[in-house]
């Protein structure tokens, strides 16, 4: 029926619990309220759908014809609203539902397919995940698309600090210097950067965080790395650098050491931190907060099976 558009869904409980009491008193017992409040309920009502539902009855009241007609419309409506409501408590007691999660491309590397296995294991819970090659500055506008944001900086750069944000650290993940198999320098446990000032450098774009760890060695040290060719992809690095192309500074959790050789910096901390990226509040969602906690298990089951 048209009229019960916009309608106030508690009045209609108040006329459903009239038409089945029949009374303003019984109903005011019913929904544990005063007779008066439930004579204001109806007669607001009547002014909603702009007819009278109510005619007086002796010393009483009953339903008109389009009163008896909207408690029939208003069954649907309430019930309708029920299973809303019961589906809504579950998402809120639940991880149910859709989470959209964006991560830089070396993390879904070392993460995703982990952080799979375990989504599946929440019956209803959708996880849409992208792979987003991102810059710091970028990450805060991420957060328009994407409910978790796992991003990268150098350790050495200002943290994400905003009030609108909320920022969970996941790791703080070395970066080893790569060295083609045979170099004269891979005998040795670590090499300082001195070591490798002349060799040609591979990086990833300016802006990047492990080309802004570079930046911030050479500011450190004094030497300026070579760089020769800038590549995102860390595997297209690593195969450059096996090819002996040059050296690279890559992450240690996601390097394949069957292609190209791994090494520490000596005499310099060199890492990125990697941090989920949310807004206030967000983690409050089940389903939000279940994603959350598959990042920090996975991330610890990396962290496991790479210790020597």
Known sequence: MCFTVGVDVGRLRTLREFADRGSVTAAARALHCTPSAVSQQLRALQQEVGLALTE???RGLRLTDAGRALVARADEVLAAVDRADAEL????SAPRGRVRLA???SAALMLLSGL???FARYDGLDAEVRDVDMTPPEVPGLLADF???VAHRDEHAAPFEDERLEVVHLLREPLDLALPPGHPL???DR?????VAAEPWISVDVGFPVDDVLLSLAVRTGIRPRVVHRINDFRIIESLVAAGHGVALLPRYTVDTTRVLRRPLAGIRAARHVEVVLRPGAATRPAVAAVLDALRAE????GRETLP
């Open 116 to 118: 799979l296995h375990r």
């Open 191 to 195: 090499v300082g950067l001195a070591d």
């Open 89 to 92: 408590d579950a998402y809120r």
């Open 299 to 302: 991330v610890a089951e990396v």
């Open 56 to 58: 007086p009855s002796g």
């Open 186 to 188: 891979g005998a040795a």
């Open 147 to 149: 409910d978790l944001v």
């Open 103 to 105: 991560l830089f491309p």
